[in-house]
């Protein structure tokens, strides 16, 4: 810990940076410190000065706060300092000259007490020891905190790639064509998987010509998108599927196919709305996450 120079120090009031009261504990304390290094921490504000300046301070006030001896030196100069503003405060323009006059003559007194008990002096002293030995406590606390900052970096990466595992299916069907313009949910399943396995497949029982197929892969994805052109007399055009967790309520006449489950094909038709809820519900009860991915594409169904 670097000198500090402690009329820089008690400008700031450590308690009220940690928004804890002067009797607060050490748990206390490292808990208003982790809620607030979170939002300062200099790995997640590289170009902004004035939140390293802010973890600076909170770190050392985590460091005096939890030590014993420097909390108490520490204490006794807020306290002297909060008197001074007090006694400042009290004091009316005709009392001001009287008050200057009192502490001429008190100074030359108490130099020699304040020489021997100066509480300053302590707390620099106390900060000096905390310098030499280090602050366990503190490297612990950042160590925690880059750990919860790679922690949630990681899961954003992991959103990242499931968006590219899903593609949107358009091609050209009329209401009336019981065909489908060509292409079944057993068709399609059989072209995609010539790429990769597919996890889910979905054809729009209220949009004709147009479907969502997710594979478990992204290369495999990102192969189908690149090369794959459907029939030469109704191609197919493929796009990514935005990353959109909402509502699923405009999907609830939904077909759905399992590759793992070819009995639940009905070619050149779509799965009744009873059938589509049994799936659903079967998928559900063996991963949450098939949950978050169904719901996310069945968002998507106006837009495809």
């Known amino acids: 810990m670097e000198n500090v120079i402690i009329e820089d120090l008690v400008k700031v009031n450590l308690y009220d940076l940690l928004q804890i009261s002067f009797t607060a504990g050490n748990k206390e304390i490292r808990s208003a410190y982790r809620k607030k290094a979170l939002s300062c921490h200099p790995d997640k504000n590289p170009n902004n000065p004035e939140a390293a300046k802010l973890f600076q301070q909170l770190s050392k006030a985590l460091e005096i706060l939890t030590d014993g001896p420097a909390r108490a030196a520490y204490d006794k100069v807020l306290k002297a300092k909060k008197a ?34 100066d509480p300053t002096k302590t707390l620099q002293e106390e900060i000096e020891r905390l310098r030499k030995e280090g602050s366990k406590l503190l490297e612990e606390e950042q160590e925690l905190l880059r750990e919860h900052i790679q922690k949630k970096e990681a899961v954003f990466s992991e959103e990242e790639e499931e968006k590219k ?6 091609w050209k069907a009329e209401k009336a064509d019981p065909l489908n313009g060509g292409y079944t949910s057993e068709f399609l399943h059989k072209v995609f998987s010539k790429y990769g ?62 590759p793992k489950d070819p009995k639940t094909v009905k070619a050149e038709s779509v799965l009744t709305s009873k059938d589509y809820e049994s799936i659903v519900l079967m998928k559900l009860r063996q991963s949450e996450e098939r949950k978050q991915i169904i719901e996310a594409m069945m968002k998507n169904e106006d837009t495809i």
């Open 84 to 117: 001074q503003e007090l006694r400042n405060a009290e004091l009316d323009s005709k009392r001001r000259k009287l008050k200057k006059d009192l502490e001429t003559r008190e100074k030359a007194a108490k130099e020699e007490e304040l020489r021997n008990v």
């Open 165 to 170: 595992k899903r593609l949107k299916i358009k």
């Open 197 to 258: 396995e597919v996890s889910c497949l979905i054809i729009s029982s209220k949009k004709k010509g147009s479907g969502l197929v997710e594979f478990v892969s992204s290369a495999a994805a990102q192969m189908a998108y690149e090369y794959e052109s459907g029939l030469s007399s109704n191609p197919i055009q493929l796009s990514w599927v935005p990353d959109d967790r909402g509502s699923n309520k405009k999907f609830q006449q939904e077909s759905r196919v399992s």
